[in-house]
């Protein structure tokens, strides 16, 4: 794992942060230096703090999605701007996954570990599951979810976490298992993240679940339940 950083001292508190959950992370501060890294050791993941004052994350983004020896490398940019947009006059560039500043230590560790499982899923789910819940549909080998037939523009996070409520109907799950299933997070980092990233996503997905959103229970106190009218599956 790679973290770009102008700031050294930025760049030494996210390595610590991720070293001290098991991963191997090398870090550098300046846009130049990137392919030079990743030439002498392939990374999964490049995490960028893109700076909202200076180019250099734009660079190392457009360096990074633009060689197509590089481009299929997953990128988490930590940004306080507008995500995915190079400047005014530049191109739109995406990244894999954008995080917020100033964040947390917790909320960088499940969002590490929420892009890193996007790949293992997608190699895992090539047996085309279909589940069903009343109106949705979740295509487990495609990635995909809808709604009376109409695509949800859910986040990987969230089509994760609609799968795990769907699989267990009517079984409640606490947050440390929705944050075992959805993020990918081991136990022991469950048992040590703040719940309310679980509860944000739950709420984003309400909304984008429309009038079936209702369907999410809260269980007070514990975590959360997928309840289907009666008649309806």
């Known amino acids: 794992m790679l973290v ?3 700031e050294h001292a930025d760049a030494k508190l996210i390595a610590g942060e991720l ?10 501060d300046a846009a130049a230096s990137v392919l030079h890294v990743i030439g002498r050791e392939r990374t999964d993941l490049v995490i960028l703090d893109q700076a909202s004052h200076g180019p250099g994350g734009n ?3 457009q360096l990074l999605k633009s060689a197509s020896d590089t481009s299929d490398i997953l990128v988490l940019v930590l940004t306080a701007g507008q995500a995915g947009r190079v400047s005014k006059a530049g ?7 954008y995080l917020s500043k100033p ?13 890193l499982a996007q790949v293992r899923e997608v190699a895992m789910s090539a047996g085309g599951r279909i589940l069903t819940a009343g109106p949705i549909r979740v295509d487990v080998g495609s990635q995909q979810a809808s709604l009376a037939g109409e695509e ?11 799968r795990a409520l769907i699989e267990r109907r009517g ?3 606490s947050r440390k298992q929705l944050l075992e299933k959805a993020w990918s997070v081991e136990s022991d980092v469950a048992d040590r993240a703040q719940t309310r990233t679980v509860d944000m996503h739950v709420r984003r997905l309400r909304r984008k679940l429309g009038h079936v959103g209702v369907w999410i229970q809260t269980i ?13 599956e």
Request: proline residues 6%; negative net charge; hydrophobic residues 45%.
């Open 4 to 6: 770009v950083a102008d």
């Open 103 to 115: 964040v947390s230590p917790c909320e960088l560790v499940l969002r590490v570990l929420s892009v």
């Open 220 to 232: 007070r106190g514990f975590g959360y339940r997928r309840k289907v009218p009666e008649g309806v």
């Open 152 to 162: 949800l523009d859910l986040t990987p996070t969230e089509f994760r976490l609609l």
């Open 59 to 61: 660079e190392v983004l």
């Open 91 to 97: 191109p739109v560039l995406v990244a894999d996954a």
């Open 19 to 28: 070293e001290r959950e098991g991963f191997r992370v090398e870090t550098v």
């Open 171 to 173: 079984r409640t799950q």
